[in-house]
């Protein structure tokens, strides 16, 4: 396996090892796969796993619906 160096924002990098550390793997893990599945993933199955992962996850608006403009107020 061959080193790389890569320069990324100071906050990013805080925030990703905190990712990785709650999720019991090294950064260099975290990298490593991100860019597995970024280059290995048929972008038309990424999006079928997405689309079954929000399928699966049960959320419910409780009927509540909002109008475009709700939305994208700030």
Do not use: C, P
Request: glycine share 6%.
């Amino acid at each position: 396996m061959r080193n790389i160096t890569l320069s990324i924002d100071k906050e990013i990098l805080k925030r990703g090892r905190e990712y990785a550390k709650r999720h019991n793997i090294s950064f260099n893990s975290l990298v490593r796969r991100l860019v597995e599945q970024t280059v290995t993933a048929d972008s038309s199955q990424w999006l079928e796993d997405t689309f079954s992962l929000m399928d699966r996850a049960g959320a419910s608006s409780g009927g509540e619906t909002w109008t475009r403009d709700e939305l994208h107020r700030v």
